[in-house]
């Protein structure tokens, strides 16, 4: 069995800093893309960052210049550093890895995280 397990949000004032990971747990090979999604309330959710298995990137353009992605192979775990947060960024953020093989199998479709709220107080 393989799961999606982020960490590191909480309440930060608005020009901080938070750093998300994202931990792909059980037997996981050959990930493809890995990437960061938000959701806040009453909102659809929204691509934020993705990081393909080769290190090319691709953001929002809400947070390009204030968001890196980053991601370590060797433990199956992609970053997001968050700078310079804003009330609007505010919300749940969801890990997703898209393509991935686990035992014999390669399976192509989106794995997600259950989530970590970011709150950012003004």
């Known amino acids: 069995q393989v799961d999606l397990v982020e960490s590191g949000g909480g309440l930060v004032q608005a020009g901080g800093s938070l750093r998300l990971s994202c931990a792909a747990s059980?037997?996981?090979?050959?990930?493809?893309?890995m990437g960061w999604y938000r959701q806040a309330p009453g909102k659809q959710r929204e691509l934020v960052a993705f990081?393909?298995?080769?290190?090319?990137?691709s953001y929002a353009d809400s947070v390009k210049g204030r968001f890196t992605i980053s991601r370590d192979n060797a433990k199956n775990t992609v970053y997001l550093q968050m700078n310079i947060l804003k009330s609007e960024d505010t919300a749940v953020y969801y890990c997703?890895?898209?393509?991935?093989?686990?035992?014999?199998?390669?399976?192509?479709?989106?794995?997600w995280g259950r989530g970590t709220q970011v709150t950012v107080s003004s």
């Open positions: 059980g037997s996981m090979s050959s990930i493809n893309t």
């Open positions: 990081i393909t298995s080769r290190g090319t990137t």
């Open positions: 997703n890895v898209d393509g991935y093989r686990s035992g014999p199998t390669y399976y192509t479709g989106a794995l």
